[in-house]
């Protein structure tokens, strides 16, 4: 079975931290492009981070760039997010997805495994 669990999510103040963890089981992780997505109640899924395998490279919504980091541990077989700053506004359900050949801008059919989501509450 393969499988993607993220964890690391809260209730955390305007300007606080969160690190979220996404775990892969079954599969591994060193050959994937790992994603990270969230959706806000109303609003659509969007791209937050991605960090690529051939490379390591990794890219950013405008909207997160300078706040949040990306980063990943081969030996633990796990992708984290740094989220630093936080705002309300990146209140949303954060999901990290898995594609082997998926490049910055692709579609989220372009992945091909997806974790359960766990939820980020930013609020006073």
């Known amino acids: 079975q393969l499988q993607l669990v993220e964890s690391g999510g809260g209730l955390v103040q305007p300007g606080g931290s969160l690190r979220l963890s996404c775990v892969a089981s079954?599969?591994?992780?060193?050959?994937?492009?790992i994603g990270w997505f969230r959706q806000a109640s109303g609003k659509e899924r969007e791209g937050v981070a991605l960090i690529l395998r051939s490379d390591g490279s990794t890219y950013y919504a405008d909207s997160v760039k300078g706040r949040f980091t990306i980063s990943r541990d081969n030996a633990k077989n796990t992708v984290y997010l740094q989220m630093n700053s936080l705002k309300p506004e990146d209140t949303a359900v954060y999901t990290c997805?898995?594609?082997?050949?998926?490049?910055?801008?692709?579609?989220?059919?372009?992945?091909?495994?997806w974790g359960q989501g766990t939820q980020v509450t930013v609020s006073s």
């Open positions: 079954g599969f591994t992780l060193d050959y994937y492009a």
């Open positions: 997805a898995a594609g082997a050949g998926v490049l910055w801008g692709d579609s989220t059919g372009t992945y091909d495994y």
